[in-house]
């Protein structure tokens, strides 16, 4: 089952046109020669380029939504054979 997903950069720039979350993530943003790069600090490993920074906005978008994806199966593969409880402790 994959989720959707509605995300924004930190300029409120709309980055998906996905339903049910919203999610605003801080990207850094910067030019290298003639390319534009693009990293997103909440997510490790998520950087992508773009040949402009229109280009660099979709391509981070499919950046995010990929490693979303990828981080919720392998979630559910964990999910599947380990027990997640909250419990309180005193201490």
């Known amino acids: 089952m994959k989720n ?11 980055l998906s046109n996905k339903k049910q979350r919203l999610m605003k993530v801080k ?20 950087h992508t380029w773009g040949e402009t920074y229109d280009h660099l906005i979709e391509m981070l978008k499919e950046a995010i939504e990929a ?9 559910s593969l964990e999910k599947d054979s380990k027990l997640v409880k909250e419990v309180e402790i005193s201490v």
């Open 27 to 46: 990207v850094i943003i910067w030019q290298e020669d003639d390319v534009w790069c693009g990293s997103v600090p909440a997510l490790p490993g998520c």
């Open 4 to 14: 959707n997903y509605v995300c924004y950069d930190q300029d409120n720039q709309f």
């Open 67 to 75: 490693w979303l994806d990828v981080a919720n199966e392998k979630a």
